[in-house]
């Protein structure tokens, strides 16, 4: 489902898109550890905390004050949904002066975006619904979207409340969570949530895709079936138009050809007559 591998051996420029691609941090990469593969996109300001999410997920320790992404670094997680393992190739981006020059290529496949914001920080807050905006135009608004407040650990610089948040959520049809990659307070329920969303969600679709012939094309429902009395009815009733159309078509032919064989009938009795 995702077209793009970063290399697991050295850095790779993308000198079309200018930024650093950087190895994974995790190597549950086989094919053969899991059933299904979706991209899960995160969004922010620099320094929200979304490479601290994914360091978190990843299962590497908590770093206070870790510099901003440059470019592009993503993560697999394989994460248990009933019977199925579903592996989450998490990509964190570079914030919000950056993230426009990333190619398209990199996010048109993604199933789950991940806005993130730091609820210290009023103007991270503000900047969500500019990546909700550049979401949209990509046509990928119908895809699952999460809404993060992180860093809900420092409680006494906290500017955004928890009110503010699930409103805009719920205004812009958004699953809410708010997160601590300190504490690790909600981060691995949150990517818990995302696999379980996916999974039912492709279930739904290829039950939708998969339903039975007669539910889809048989015939309409607002109409009864005909019955076989009214198929012969039918029938019998063509036919008799179909032998009155022959019938008027021969005396027509008839006619004209009885015409004709007068018409040169009277003329080969002038011809001979004597003058």
């Not at 922010?44 to 999410?53: N, P, Y």
């Not at 699930?166 to 981060?187: D, P, Q």
């Not at 949150?190 to 996916?198: T, V």
Request: aromatic content about 10%; proline content about 3%; glycine content about 4%.
């Amino acid at each position: 489902m995702v077209p793009l591998n970063a290399t697991n051996n050295q850095q790779s420029l993308d000198n079309s898109n200018n930024f650093v691609r950087r190895r994974p941090m995790s190597n549950e990469n086989n094919d053969n550890l899991f059933d299904v593969k979706y991209k899960v996109l995160l969004l922010g300001d620099t320094l929200v905390g979304k490479t601290s999410l994914q360091r978190f997920i990843a299962g590497k320790d908590f770093r206070p004050g870790i510099g901003s992404t440059i470019g592009i670094d993503f993560v697999n997680k394989i994460i248990s949904v009933e019977k199925s393992k579903v592996n989450l190739q998490i990509w964190d981006t570079a914030g919000q002066r950056n993230f426009r020059t990333i190619g398209k290529s990199y996010y048109v496949s993604t199933k789950a975006f991940v806005l993130v914001y730091d609820v210290t920080k009023e103007e991270s807050f503000d900047l969500i619904q500019q990546f909700n905006q550049l979401i949209e135009q990509t046509g990928l608004d119908m895809e699952r979207r999460y809404l993060v407040a992180n860093k809900i650990d420092l409680v006494l610089n906290r500017k955004v409340d928890e009110e503010t948040g699930r409103r805009f959520a719920l205004r812009n049809s958004m699953i809410y969570f708010e997160t601590s990659c300190k504490t690790g307070k909600n981060v691995l329920e949150l990517f818990e949530q995302i696999a379980s969303d996916l999974v039912h969600q492709h279930d739904s679709k290829m039950l939708e895709f998969h339903k039975p012939v007669k539910e889809n094309f048989a015939f309409n429902y607002h109409e009864p079936p005909i019955t076989n009395h009214e198929i012969h009815d039918r029938t019998t009733e063509e036919v008799k138009k179909s032998k009155k159309k022959r019938s008027v078509f021969s005396s027509l032919s008839y006619e004209s050809i009885d015409k004709n064989n007068r018409f040169n009938f009277r003329r080969f009795i002038l011809c001979c007559k004597p003058s």
